[in-house]
């Protein structure tokens, strides 16, 4: 009489020896193994994509929101007419009361076309206090120059004193390099609304000097945005004392629309209350499936290293069917098999699986210097900041998202071993030793 197993709890070792064991195929499973091989990589690859995809696109999205918003603000009061705002400084402080806002911004915004002696191209003329913009975090980084103390001379350490005084204008560095333009240079601005005469409107001209070049890394405001002092702005423009309009900064900008009534009443009755979500909400909608389209598309490549997983073990059952049937005569149960091929299943998914998160955290981690060599290597930039608006590739790993992208693969895993396991505890043992 064949002598019983040893031990028959769920799980127990000769399970997991047996498991293991089918896991390493021998010379005549060759091709059993190579399937099971296939079926890791294509797990691995699958969850290694999804996370860098994702974790590219969640950086795309806070960098682009950061820049934005960085840039405009998070919310801005104005006329609807767009006449100039009067008696803003009241309205000002108004604003800067109510709890979570941060800053209230104003400024004067016009459409000019920017010259010089190599180019001639449109801009966003945007007038600012000299307290005001060293506010703006976008433009004070390291990349900033600025000459305004000394005049055609880089200070040693960049600043915004003195900028209303200079009567001059901060240009991006983008903007620089196609004015070809530096420190001390000269720019001319024309706007198409000037002084009415006999003969209507003419166009107001005026030469600035520049006395900041910055870059906020965000290539459309880096070749598209020139700051000048607020009273020159108003001059310019001819809004004698008003403003175009004020932007505001709060604390949290997820949750803008929840300041826009507190704010709307301390503006003022007339004026309208536009946030960037409704400035922007198309770009960030259309990012957002984008992302989710993207997300199904490589879903898709972990199913079918699934659907290998089912394939790799069916045969695995059909060829150890002699095994399977000494196993039950020895006193094996249904459950024991089908947890044998379980294990077998699952090891290649559990593998596959952490062997893909902990590829696609190092790509994620690692995004821009890979970018840095494949444009050393093929001479060109992969990610040109004039399509994709950010001057380098930006990557943010959401632990939470990782974390469900792991767990359905997993699922998928072991799921796709639940069909192949069942059909080998089904397997009768008389009918598989008969022909032996």
Do not use: C
């Not at 900008?253 to 979500?277: C, H, R, Y």
């Not at 459950?335 to 902990?358: D, E, K, M, N, S």
């Not at 050393?376 to 990610?383: E, K, N, Q």
């Amino acid at each position: 009489m064949a002598q019983a197993l040893p031990d028959t709890r769920p799980f127990a070792a000769f399970e997991w020896k047996l498991a293991l064991r089918y896991l390493r195929a021998r010379r005549k499973e060759g091709f059993i193994s190579v399937i099971s091989l296939f079926s890791l990589l294509g797990i691995m690859l699958g969850v290694a994509t999804l996370i860098v995809v994702m974790s590219v696109f969640n950086g795309f999205h806070n960098e682009l929101l950061n820049r934005v918003l960085g840039f405009s603000g998070h919310a801005t009061v104005y006329q609807p007419d767009l006449s100039a705002i009067e008696d803003y400084e009241a309205m000002q402080a108004r604003i800067i009361a109510i709890p979570g806002v941060t800053r209230a911004t104003p400024l004067v915004e016009g459409q000019v076309m920017a010259s010089s002696i190599k180019n001639a191209t449109g801009a966003l003329v945007r007038g600012i206090s000299e307290a005001e913009i060293a506010k703006l975090a976008s433009l004070n980084n390291d990349k900033l120059n600025t000459a305004i103390t000394q005049p055609g001379v880089v200070d040693a350490v960049p600043t915004w004193i003195g900028f209303d005084a200079a009567a001059g204008v901060a240009i991006g560095e983008r903007f620089a390099w196609k004015h070809q333009v530096g420190l001390g240079g000269t720019i001319t601005l024309i706007a198409p609304n000037g002084p009415e005469t006999v003969i209507g409107s003419t166009p107001r001209i005026r030469d600035f000097t520049v006395v900041a070049i910055f870059k906020m890394g965000m290539s459309e405001y880096d070749e598209g945005v020139v700051y000048i002092p607020l009273s020159e702005a108003q001059d310019f423009f001819s809004t004698d004392s008003g403003v175009s309009g004020v932007e505001i900064t709060v604390q949290d900008p997820e949750n803008i629309s929840a300041f826009v009534g507190d704010i709307a009443k301390a503006a003022g009755q007339g004026l309208m209350v536009q946030t960037w979500k409704d400035r922007n909400q198309a770009f960030f909608t259309a990012l957002a499936v984008e992302r989710n389209v993207l997300f199904i598309v490589l879903t898709m490549i972990i199913l079918v290293a699934a659907l290998n997983i089912i394939s790799g073990l069916i045969m695995l059952v059909k060829d150890k069917g002699h095994d399977i049937a000494i196993l039950r005569t020895m006193g094996a149960t249904r459950g024991a098999i089908q947890r044998i091929f379980f294990i077998t299943g699952a090891a290649i998914g559990v593998v596959g699986t952490i062997a893909g998160v902990l590829l696609g955290i190092l790509i994620s981690v690692n995004a821009e210097r890979l970018r840095q060599g494949v444009q050393w290597l093929s001479g060109v930039d992969p990610f040109n900041p004039e399509l994709y608006y950010l001057s380098k590739l930006p990557t943010e790993i959401d632990l939470n998202q990782t974390f469900w992208i792991t767990l359905m693969s997993l699922a998928l895993s072991f799921i796709a071993t639940l069909y192949p396991s069942w059909r080998a505890s089904k397997l009768d043992p008389v009918e598989a030793l008969r022909y032996e």
